[in-house]
């Protein structure tokens, strides 16, 4: 079975500019949460998404957004870039909300 | 909100014991998790632990969970180099709409 797939693998923006990021969840897992993860603040949860619905959302400005797909792929929109938008953004499944998650490999996004 | 703590840094020798531990503050957690990080990759899901058991083994794995005291802790056995890894903890209700909380961290170092 494969796994989680994140892709682009890294992506070099400029600040202002706006990225997407996408994730294809493990067959059959319905539930798809993203995370920042950096240095300093460790990892930070950003929203999940069950069945098309975003069901939990972290603490992150408007400028952070996503959605999920029928077939459970989901992306991330970050617009109007910061510098410390700098971070690895995680993807992960799981097949039911709560349940144990399965990372990909994330995306490494540099603002510059 | 609810806290999971880990120490930041673990150095130990190829050959010995590694114990790695976490403390967390919600009483209802219901699944306590482990997770290794490697260089460039995502979290990849170790073991994990019910909240109604003390211990769990798998292989070179031993999770002790000290219910009483909020206090999760994971052995790994003949440690070796290529255990070398970031080691997350993690706590969650399971189900719902709880979102597991991760520690910081603790970055295990294996010296030959």
């Known amino acids: 079975k494969a796994g989680v797939t994140q892709t682009p693998r890294y992506l070099i923006k400029t600040r202002g500019q706006q990225v997407t990021l996408s994730c294809s969840p493990i067959?059959?897992?319905?539930?798809v949460s993203w995370y920042q993860q950096t240095p300093g603040q460790g990892l930070q949860f950003l929203f999940e998404y069950f069945s098309e619905t975003q069901r939990n959302k972290g603490n992150f400005p408007g400028r952070f957004s996503g959605r999920q797909f029928s077939n459970s792929r989901s992306e991330m929109n970050v617009s109007t870039l910061e510098l410390g938008d700098s971070a690895l953004y995680l993807c992960?499944?799981?097949?039911?909300?709560?349940?144990?998650?399965?990372f990909g490999s994330g995306t490494q996004l540099s603002v510059l | 909100g609810e806290d999971v703590e880990q120490s930041l840094f673990l150095s130990v020798r190829e050959g010995d014991s590694s114990v790695i531990n976490c403390t967390y503050t919600?009483?209802?957690?219901?699944?306590l998790y482990w997770y290794k990080q490697e260089p460039g990759a995502g979290l990849q899901l170790l073991t994990y632990i019910f909240s109604n058991m003390d211990m769990k083994q798998d292989q070179r794995l031993t999770v002790l969970l000290n219910k009483k005291d909020k206090h999760l802790s994971l052995r790994i056995a003949d440690t070796q180099t290529g255990d070398s890894a970031i080691y997350f903890c993690?706590?969650?209700?399971?189900?719902?709409?709880?979102?597991?909380?991760f520690g910081r961290g603790t970055s295990l170092i294996v010296h030959p």
């Open positions: 067959s059959g897992h319905r539930s």
């Open positions: 993690a706590e969650s209700m399971g189900g719902g709409s709880y979102i597991p909380t």
């Open positions: 992960a499944s799981s097949l039911e909300q709560g349940e144990k998650l399965f």
């Open positions: 919600d009483s209802s957690s219901t699944y």
